[in-house]
């Protein structure tokens, strides 16, 4: 009987560390995010979705009531994503997603880093580096585009001539 009562105070005491560990790890995973600014990464990456939707928008084949129409749906849109892409209701689930992915000493690190001046150079310059590679990808998808354009021609020419092919005959049954 004692030992019970000893295995059910170890596993409870066994318990609490863990989740004072987890606390612990909580908690410097929030300074790490703090630190990384994603706050002002969320934010600007919302501005900059919401500007390319905008740009997005061809309002030059419409009369100008479509237009209008199209304006006031883009407006509740981006009103709908900036209210509901904030930084207040993601926070959560990266401090998970973080405490989940990375260890205590691999988020000390982290923290470490970006701690330093070259590390917030990182993160000052890493959006620009990551537009300025994905522009210069756009010539690449484009050749690409390029270049699967005649496979979709045949692959769509065989889908059309495979519907309009009579189905087989059931085999006979026994």
Known sequence: MKRRWLLILLLCTLTSVARADDTTKHAKVEKLL????????????????????????????????QQETSKQFMDQVLSLVKANITWQKMKPDFVEVYSKTFSEEEIDAMYSFYSTPVGQAVLEKAPLALQQSMQSMQSVNQELLQKIKPLSDEYEKKMREEAAAPAPSPAPSK
């Open 34 to 65: 703090d630190i990384m600014h994603l706050d002002r990464m969320v934010s600007t990456t919302v501005d900059v979705v919401s500007t390319q939707m905008k740009s997005q928008l061809d309002l030059s084949r419409m009369t100008p009531a």
